[in-house]
């Protein structure tokens, strides 16, 4: 399921010529692209043309007229115009003109990745889309929707994904809807047969993900004298995972536990995933992993991961030189 207000739309035969798809998560946007595209296939037998393009390289008025310029044959077409809020209002109004006479066989989807839904109410022509149930928007999902979606993706491959094996799917992959789907498809044929995916077959599959394994070497982090964090960034390196890639994951986990360790105390953990934009249970790893160090290190620690990348850069050493030398500088001692 893409979007319920779109699911409907295509059950009832009663697509809008306008649809404005805005929010924070563009992979449910891209998502809902394509089952748009399949429900219109679906009708027809036909999937439609699709047209992208780009504020910044056309007007307003010139994209809307494409649309009224179907194909002589089949089923139409979906055209997708990104970033439309940066049209001034004068511009927009073409949008209204639009409406008033669309043509029969075109779909416009005007893709505002990162609008927010306070913008779309206060926007003249965005808010009559939000009145018409044509302005639908896609938001980063909590800590239990996403487990829930995680469920539903697993039926929707024939598989059962109990709430304990979707915890640690997360856990061990992190909340990017991309790389979870990409980890759940995997999983699933790696169950062959299985119609439950476990938190066993889940686990045994991690050992095999560079996803996971991203995620293994900064849990290592900060941990004495250990070399979990040598052996996961041996195997995500013997799987091909670019050196500079790594770095990048380090830098965002150093940069976390700094806004962690800067937090107030008193800060409640819902309070604190929403502005770093995690899931809670990755929250409590933080404040747990946080604890392994005192600020004056973890600024420290991304200066090497800087003197790392710029090393890598500039230099003919052998990567994994660099990456190992900053694990190695990062294993802490636990703090009073």
């Excluded at 024939?158 to 094996?165: C, D, H, I, R, S």
């Amino acid at each position: 399921m893409a979007h319920p207000i779109l699911e409907r739309h295509l059950t009832q035969g009663a697509l809008k010529p306008v649809y404005l798809f805005y929010g924070d998560e563009d992979f449910l946007m891209r998502r809902a692209i394509k089952r748009l595209e399949q429900g219109l296939a679906d009708k027809t037998g036909e999937a439609p043309r699709r047209v992208v393009m780009e504020s910044q390289e056309v007007e307003l008025s010139e994209f809307l007229a494409q649309a009224r310029v179907a194909p002589l044959w089949g089923p139409g077409q979906i055209l997708v115009l990104r970033r439309p809020e940066a049209y001034p209002g004068a511009q927009l109004k073409a949008l209204e003109a639009y409406l008033e006479n669309p043509p029969r066989r075109a779909w416009v989807v005007l893709l505002a990745e990162g609008l927010k839904a306070r913008d779309v109410e206060k926007n003249r022509v965005f808010s009559r889309l939000l009145k018409d149930e044509a302005a639908l928007g896609f938001y980063r999902l909590k800590e239990r929707e996403l487990h829930q979606w995680l469920a539903q993706e697993a039926r929707a491959l024939g598989k059962t994904l109990p709430l304990g094996a979707a915890q640690l799917l997360v856990e061990m992959a992190g909340d990017n809807l991309q790389e979870l789907t990409q980890e759940l498809v995997k999983l699933a044929l790696f169950a062959g047969k299985e119609s439950t995916l476990s938190p066993a077959l889940v686990a045994q599959l991690a050992s095999h993900s560079r996803t996971y394994n991203i995620f293994a070497l900064v849990d290592a982090l900060g941990k004495p004298k250990s070399l979990e964090g040598l052996a996961a960034l041996s195997h995500l390196l013997d799987l091909g995972e670019h050196p500079a890639k790594i770095l990048t994951m380090l830098a965002r986990q150093v940069r976390l536990l700094i806004r962690v360790k800067e937090s107030p105390p008193e800060a409640p953990p819902e309070t604190l995933a929403r502005a770093l934009e995690v899931p809670g249970g990755v929250v409590r790893k933080l404040a747990a992993q946080a604890r392994q160090f005192s600020l004056t290190e973890l600024n420290q620690h991304l200066w090497r991961l800087h003197l790392a990348d710029r090393q890598l850069k500039t230099s003919t050493a052998v990567p994994r030189t660099w990456l190992e030398w900053v694990l190695l500088e990062m294993g802490g001692r636990v703090k009073n």
